[in-house]
């Protein structure tokens, strides 16, 4: 069984009245150990695909089986702990803390894993990327490529099952970049699976599988040997630009059936939503819980202005405290009404809370559960509500301490 399959793989984005395909029903299988190159224009899918392959997004539909386990099956901290163990991400920018040295960035992972021991692994992972000598420096004295050798280091420090890399060598000169690519390529002959998403040529055909993806499909799959038997493609670093900019699999492939037509540079918007997700068998709806957060957030305001008009109506009976005593009560409404005032302090407050998070969490599902898209605006609602009943307790508060302090200095 290959260490990923994937199978109708499709990925749908809300935007307004319309829907954005950005993968549509992929099929794709990568053997342990490979090597592969993941390429097409701006907009064709690809870094779409490496964030579904990361974990790090839920598709809409289709399957994604990772080392033999299903992905769509596993909660947010089963999901977290594929990322910590089992995945590598090496990023164009870098990422890196830039206050902490070079080995105490290598070792994130496993500090987040929660191992006692991260100096001894992190110099390994150093090691193998040729920085022995660098261990101590921050990412400020370090150059570039030495700099996304950290970012290696830290990817694979916990020997993970797969290494994702989004453009490597997009923010590095030609001779480092090479560098770089050497780097993977040792990493691969040492067993580690790859998947390196690029745009550029060059660096693609140091991959030893090159997929192209346009409008969110696969329209190229081939082994780079084979495209260099064919004599194309050879000799990559030497195309014009021109020749860069046409899609991969138009100016590699020789076969006039490999692709029709260049591609738009963007994903098309599809203008019927509801029929766009009724073709992955799903259909628009309510997130799940979003009237109960509007609901709950609205009540906090609700108590907060009730809990005002007790206390105006409080103020308005012009009772002496100072004259109460067990013999001489204040009256029964004024007792009724300071009571009241705080029950509705209390539920405003409690209401406010509870508003803020279950908002929060509405629109996470809207984010992330396919279908669950209807609700955003109801959750946002429920969000501001309930800061607004914590907050205004709060300033209130604030404002008669003030108040108070001024009088003392003034007396």
């Not at 950005?22 to 099929?27: K, S």
């Not at 500090?111 to 992972?125: E, M, Q, V, W």
């Not at 029964?332 to 029950?343: H, K, M, P, Q």
Request: some cysteine; overall charge positive.
């Amino acid at each position: 069984m290959p260490l990923i399959q994937v199978r109708g793989l499709t990925k749908l984005y809300p935007m307004g009245d319309s829907v954005v395909r950005a993968l549509d029903g992929v099929d794709l299988d990568i053997a342990e150990g490979e090597f592969i190159a993941i390429t097409g224009a701006s907009g064709s899918g690809k870094s779409t695909m490496m964030h579904l392959l990361g974990c790090l997004d839920r598709p809409t539909a289709g399957t994604y089986v990772l080392d033999g386990r299903n992905v769509g099956e596993m909660s947010d901290r089963e999901l977290a702990r594929v990322r910590n163990q089992s995945i590598g991400f090496v990023f164009q920018t870098f990422n890196l803390i830039n206050r902490t040295s070079a080995v105490e960035n290598v070792g994130v992972p496993l500090f987040y894993a929660r191992l006692a021991n991260t100096r001894g692994p992190a110099k390994r992972a150093l090691e193998r990327v040729g920085l022995t000598q660098r261990v101590s420096h921050t990412p400020a004295e370090l150059s570039g490529g030495e700099r996304q050798r950290v970012a290696i280091a830290r990817a694979i420090v916990n020997d993970p099952l797969l290494l994702l890399a989004d453009e490597p060598t997009g923010n590095l000169d030609s001779r480092t970049g090479e560098q770089i690519m050497e780097i993977f390529r040792a990493l691969n002959e040492q067993g580690v699976t790859i998947v390196l998403v690029t745009h550029e040529r060059a660096v693609a055909m140091q991959a030893k599988r090159i997929v192209q993806m346009r409008d969110g499909k696969v329209v190229y799959d081939e082994m780079t040997d084979a495209i260099q038997r064919r004599g194309v493609g050879v000799s990559p670093v030497a195309a014009s630009p021109a020749e860069l900019a046409v899609e991969p699999a138009v100016a590699w492939d020789a076969a006039p059936t490999a692709v029709a037509a260049p591609s738009p540079a963007r994903v098309t918007p599809v203008a019927a939503p509801a029929a766009a997700v009724a073709e992955v068998g799903l259909t628009p709806r309510l997130a799940a819980g979003a009237n109960g957060a509007f609901g709950c957030g609205l009540a906090g305001p609700v108590f907060l202005a009730l809990a005002v008009v007790a206390g105006a109506l409080v103020s308005r009976m012009n009772v002496d405290l100072s004259k109460v005593t067990p013999e001489n009560p204040p009256p029964a409404e004024f007792a009724v009404l300071v009571l009241g005032a705080l029950i509705c302090l209390l539920l405003g407050i409690v209401a406010g809370v509870i508003g803020l998070v279950w908002g929060r969490a509405v629109q996470r599902r809207i984010r992330t559960i396919p279908g669950q898209w209807l609700g955003a605006g109801r959750a946002r609602a429920a969000w501001i509500c309930g800061l607004v009943a914590v907050l205004a307790p709060v300033a209130l508060v604030c404002v008669n301490v003030a108040a108070c302090v001024l009088r003392l200095s003034r007396g």
